[in-house]
Every structure is written in C-alpha cells, then in structure tokens.
C-alpha cells in the first residue's frame, strides 16, 4: 500500500496545472460576470489612469499568484468608494478560469502605461488588490 500512497503523493505533486485547470462543464458551466456582479465584488470602483506599472515578485506570497505586479492609476473619477488621486493597487495575472468569466487584469496587458481603465477593486491584508479591469479607449471619455 506504501508504494501506492507515493506514487499518489508524486502524481499530486508534480501535476499540478492539470489538476487545477479551469474545466467547465455541463454541470458547473462558466458565466461571464455581469455588471451587476462586477459592482457587488468590489468595494472601490474608479476609472484611472496607469502612470507607474512593475513586476513584484516580493508579493507572491501574499497574492497566492507567480507573477504580481504593482500598478499606481491617477484616478479620473470614483464610481463606488472614494480615495485619493492616486491609487496603488496589487493585480495578478489571474487564472485560466478568468477570460472565461470576462475577467481581466492589467498585469496581461501588453503596454500598460498610459492606458485608461475601469477598475474593480478590494480592501485585503493591507493591500488594495484588482478584481477585474476593463480597458477604455484612451479617445473617449467613459
């Protein structure tokens, strides 16, 4: 039975993107989030500006996630909560789960600076942290 249990032990181990994959399915299906829901996460909604974006390797830890970044936005204006100018938030690069759900994040942008984005945000361990992100056209005003 000891063999077993290791090669079980191993398997686990060494497999685990595909035991953590986003499978959906006709039982557990994956809905895109609407607005509604997008609202009800967050507890800080803003549209801003990226001015200042950087790769923060010292917060894998605490976002769970291998590749966090740091992201400053000169805020526009709020939609729910309120804040400074400038916001500093955490944003991941999410799961495989989330371009099916319409989630996005600006850390998977390929030119972040100077982008313009709606963003849905929360209050956790200290830290302002990106829900979901939807960008908006630089040439119009949201």
């Known amino acids: 039975m000891r063999p077993f249990a290791y090669c079980l032990l191993l398997i686990l ?17 994956l ?34 996630h291998s590749d966090p970044a740091q992201v400053t936005l000169a805020v526009r204006h709020w939609q729910k909560g309120s804040g400074g ?12 789960c989330d371009p099916l759900m319409g989630i996005s994040h600006i850390a998977m942008d390929t030119q972040p600076l100077s982008s313009t984005w ?6 956790s361990q200290g830290r302002v942290w990106i829900i ?10 949201p």
């Open 13 to 29: 181990c060494c497999a685990p993107p595909f035991a953590l994959a986003c499978k959906p399915s006709a039982a557990h299906p």
């Open 31 to 64: 809905k895109a989030l609407t607005e509604e829901e997008k609202l009800s996460a967050a507890t800080l909604v803003f549209v801003g500006t990226v001015i200042n974006f950087r790769k923060a390797p010292e917060l894998k830890s605490a976002s769970r």
């Open 85 to 96: 100018h400038l916001m500093e938030l955490v944003d991941t690069t999410g799961t495989d």
């Open 118 to 123: 709606r963003v849905y945000a929360r209050e």
């Open 132 to 141: 979901t992100a939807d960008r908006i056209n630089n040439n119009t005003t």
